[in-house]
């Protein structure tokens, strides 16, 4: 194999490597980003919850002031 073919395979292996690399980076990134959206969901979910036992609390307190 000559040296300029020799050359050619090491650096498209190279550029294969450093895609897969690029591949899992821009997985995990994504996956981050997932988990960013669920935890802001469950955190809204649990402030209406909140908001919801705090109209409840109120809805008694009045309830039993009159």
Known sequence: MSKSNQYALESSIQDIEQQEQLH???SE?????ERKRIQDLQQA???????FAEIKKFNKAYKESL
């Open 29 to 33: 990134i994504e996956q981050a980003e």
């Open 24 to 26: 899992e980076l821009y």
């Open 45 to 51: 979910c649990r402030g209406e919850f909140d908001i």
